[in-house]
């Protein structure tokens, strides 16, 4: 019933900007945390950056002010601002949402995966 649709995924350079961004739709009663992971080649899926319903964030420390996290909550949309691109932020991203729907269950969701390649 509620879904979570991903885009602005692609080939960057290094040095280079892209912006990440998942919808959310169905019956939502409140999303509480909204999350990036990415899972690299022969990684394991890791936690980039969260953000919760008071807007409070957080980030892992290698993409600390590079990236942003920020949330729409009239949308129901997280975005991720990634500047100054690595190679080493290549990875599959997926958007995380933990949230009540509106049945009151508490749920998380995943999006489909967007590919971030940073290549020159």
């Known amino acids: 019933q509620v879904q979570l649709v991903e885009s602005g995924g692609g080939v960057v350079q290094p040095g280079g900007s892209l912006r990440l961004s998942c919808a959310a739709s169905?019956?939502?009663?409140?999303?509480?945390?909204m999350n990036w992971y990415r899972q690299a080649p022969g990684k394991q899926r890791e936690l980039v950056a969260s953000?919760?319903?008071?807007?409070?964030?957080n980030y892992v420390d290698f993409v600390k002010g590079r990236f942003t996290i920020s949330r729409d909550d009239a949308k129901n949309t997280v975005s991720l601002q990634m500047n100054s691109l690595k190679p080493e932020d290549t990875a599959v991203y997926y958007c995380?949402?933990?949230?009540?729907?509106?049945?009151?269950?508490?749920?998380?969701?995943w999006g489909q995966g967007t590919q971030v390649t940073v290549s020159s």
């Open positions: 995380n949402m933990m949230m009540t729907t509106l049945d009151f269950v508490p749920r998380d969701y």
């Open positions: 953000i919760t319903r008071s807007g409070h964030t």
């Open positions: 169905g019956s939502i009663f409140s999303i509480n945390l």
